[in-house]
């Protein structure tokens, strides 16, 4: 296997496979460390298509566990095989998903960072809505996971499109820690690092915000979390994941189909729709949900 982690570049990845299919044994793998382009894309020039395949890591690399692992309509079985082995073999747990705009785990993360974007645009402070999540259960809140991965990533559709305000901050050049540019405050190289991480309160006068903290810690939670939870219970309709258990392990490890199934679905149900009626649309629940709602049934079966 040759695993392939250059910049998000689609011609730059096509050139990459031509140039491992010219210099490598005919049976290599090619896997690309992509976040957002599609793997058929990638694959479209190959002359073994068959055997290119997503192979998506998650930073930093050497402390998440986790791996997905993305095939095309082309890919084989084989090379699906060799390629969840080693994944294994460097010690991560890999899920299998689809090739579909953000893959499973950035996709459900999506609607959760852009719900905490329009508490933030409600006037709730940036440090309020992470401490909301990460007193819900979370390692770190929305607004720090959109620091880390970067404010200017790869868009995945006009759904998922995060509130149209949010344009300034990209103007701004803020693209988070990789810069140094963020919601946060990143000393530079060679200050005394700060003792507790602050807020850079430079974004509130940008986004035409006068923060105040208003919101219940336990509403906040339940706005974000809901909106990841009906992504992740479409994404089990639309064949993204194979499995409820795959898209528990996708979450980092369980929040999702199990909590789900805790809550019931006709309680999740009503929650989104108490939701819609309180802040719009987007928090619609998915037809699957709905019919679980109607039938009673769960992801998990009972004792399992």
Do not use: W
């Not at 909590?259 to 928090?283: C, I, N, P, S, W």
């Amino acid at each position: 296997i040759v695993v392939e982690a250059v910049f998000e570049d689609l011609a730059l990845k096509q050139q990459m496979v031509a140039e491992v299919e010219a210099n490598c044994a005919p049976h290599t793998v090619f896997a690309s460390n992509t976040s957002s382009l599609p793997i058929g894309r990638i694959a479209e020039k190959a002359q073994r298509p068959q055997q290119v395949i997503g192979l998506h890591y998650f930073s930093p690399v050497d402390k998440m566990p986790l791996v997905e692992v993305i095939p095309h309509a082309g890919t084989s079985e084989e090379t699906i095989a060799t390629t969840v082995a080693l994944a294994h073999k460097q010690g991560k747990t890999a899920i299998v998903v689809g090739d579909s705009a953000g893959f499973y785990v950035n996709r459900i993360l999506a609607p959760y960072i852009n719900e905490a974007a329009c508490c933030l645009l409600e006037g709730e402070p940036i440090e309020s809505l992470d401490k909301a999540l990460v007193d819900f259960g979370f390692p770190v809140g929305p607004i720090t996971l959109l620091d880390e991965v970067g404010i200017d990533v790869e868009a995945l559709g006009p759904r998922f499109a995060a509130p149209a305000a949010f344009d300034a901050v990209l103007k701004d050049g803020r693209k988070g820690r990789k810069n140094g540019r963020g919601f946060y405050l990143y000393p530079s190289e060679g200050q005394q690092r700060q003792r507790r991480k602050r807020a850079d309160t430079s974004l509130y006068t940008l986004l035409g915000v006068t923060p105040k903290a208003h919101m219940l810690p336990a509403s906040v939670a339940q706005r974000c979390v809901m909106m990841m939870l009906n992504e992740a219970a479409r994404c089990l309709d639309e064949g993204v994941i194979r499995s409820a258990r795959d898209g528990d392990i996708g979450a980092v490890f369980g929040i999702g189909f199990r909590y789900m199934d805790e809550l019931g679905a006709e309680k999740v149900v009503k929650t989104l729709d108490y939701l819609r009626q309180q802040h719009g649309e987007h928090f619609a629940p998915c037809e699957r949900l709905q019919r679980m709602a109607q039938q009673g049934e769960r992801f998990y079966p009972l004792g399992s």
